[in-house]
């Protein structure tokens, strides 16, 4: 009895993270009341209050869930049994979704209201950089990846993706999500794929796995 009231508050507070975490996207979480935060949750702050003890701790929360998703690679990245074209693309499709749930409004507004939280999140990301660069590396050694610094690809990945989220450059460069995240995946793929291995990727994979990220996206706005 004990273990399942447990676990139900445990998945009370995760539903009501949630709720929250399109609203953290937009507006980070400093500008945030107690009142706005449990209204966002759709819940009286009193009942707020029974499953956190402050607003710290909801920001901790949200922190210690952002910090898993970026390090939970797919261990499908590592499976040599697997073409190296889907373990790319799967890559890709993790670096697209983290960039779009931890937006840089979030990022900026942590840095300066919890620098100790935000370095959480720098050393979720320094930890599943160190990953894709082994990636990387053993496959610049095959020479099925072109000789190129995989930290500069993960910087761009991180920054210009970021970018393709906002909707005011999507508009000043004439482009849709979906033309933008595909074209950069095209670009990307020239620049990481040895010529000689370009044809041997599917394409037509990363179109559907875009076209449901954008999906995703336009549900969670």
Known sequence: MLNNNIDNQAEMRKKLIFKL???????GISPLRTDDIARYMDISKATMYKYFSSKDEIIQYIVKIYAEYITSIDQTIFEETVPFGERF???????????????????????HSAPVLYEQIVQAQNERNNKLKKFYE?????EVFNT???????????ILLRKLFEPTILIQNNMTLYQALFDYYILKKQQVIHHKYKDEIDDSKMESTI?????????YI
């Open 211 to 219: 076209q449901y990220i954008v999906q995703k996206v336009s549900n």
């Open 148 to 158: 190129i610094n995989p930290a500069l690809i993960l910087i761009q990945d991180d």
């Open 89 to 111: 693309q799967k890559t890709f499709e993790q670096s697209l979704l983290i960039a779009f749930y931890i937006s840089d409004t979030f990022i900026l507004d942590l840095k």
């Open 138 to 142: 053993k496959h610049i050694k095959t």
């Open 21 to 27: 975490l399109p609203i953290v996207k937009k507006q």
